[in-house]
């Protein structure tokens, strides 16, 4: 089945740590997309990347780096720096029908 | 630049009764717009999308959507709500041509469906 698939479900970070989240797709997607969602919020853009090996910040980059260094594959590291990281991650990705597709999502805590 | 209003971030309806969510938006460009719906600690799933065709767009699980340029709306509408039915819906524009951002989504709106 084709699908964007975010791993792991649940995740939790302790104090100064830097975690990462899994974000694959088997679309043959370009772009892909990285949203933080907040209670009651709609979705804010974090990263998106149009092609391997670039990327570019969205709205609420800081604390936050992300690699592509397969079309596959957009990994996101929520860095120390992120001093408010409690959230629901939501990676997608953008079909040539201007669609996007999304994964079921990580939901990070603090320790 | 574009945004997108959703008017009501919480409706709600009986079991068997019309759905209204309600969306307003703005762009510089003749828009893109969509709806998705989201249940709890999921991923957002695609209902509709309306891109310059036929006014009036249907989506899956009976959701329907008319894009009216003059009033700058795309509400969605449902003629009778199931208990299924009960999630968060997000209204979408996209962005003008030429920008890699694609996408702004509005607050979104929490659909509860009573027995």
């Known amino acids: 089945d084709g699908g964007i698939t975010q791993s792991p479900k649940y995740l939790f970070r302790k104090e100064g740590q830097n975690v990462t989240l899994s974000c694959e797709q088997n679309?043959?997607?370009?772009?892909m997309y990285w949203y933080r969602q907040d209670p009651g919020q709609g979705l804010r853009l974090i990263y998106y990347?149009?092609?391997?090996?670039?990327?570019q910040k969205g709205d609420i980059a800081e604390g936050y780096s992300v690699s592509r260094e397969k079309k596959e594959s957009f990994p996101l590291t929520v860095t120390s720096a992120q001093k408010n990281p409690t959230a629901f991650y939501l990676c997608?990705?953008?079909?040539?029908?201007?669609?996007?597709?999304f994964g079921a999502g990580t939901r990070l805590s603090v320790l | 630049a574009q945004s997108v209003t959703q008017l009501d971030s919480h409706v709600s309806v009986s079991e068997g009764t019309p759905v209204l969510l309600r969306c307003n938006y703005s762009?510089?460009?003749?828009?893109?717009l969509f709806w998705y719906v989201q249940h709890p600690n999921k991923g957002l799933q695609l209902l509709l999308k309306?891109?310059?065709?036929?006014?009036l767009v249907k989506g899956i699980n009976g959701f329907e959507a008319e894009f009216k340029k003059s009033e700058t709306s795309f509400h969605l509408t449902k003629p009778s709500a199931h208990m299924s039915d009960a999630a968060e819906y997000f209204c979408?524009?996209?962005?003008?041509?030429?920008?890699?951002?694609?996408?702004?989504f509005g607050s979104g709106t929490q659909l509860t469906v009573l027995p």
């Open positions: 762009s510089s460009y003749s828009p893109s």
């Open positions: 309306y891109t310059s065709a036929a006014t």
């Open positions: 679309l043959n997607h370009d772009a």
């Open positions: 997608a990705s953008h079909s040539f029908q201007n669609i996007q597709y």
């Open positions: 990347s149009q092609i391997v090996n670039d990327f």
């Open positions: 979408v524009v996209t962005a003008g041509p030429g920008s890699a951002r694609q996408l702004t």
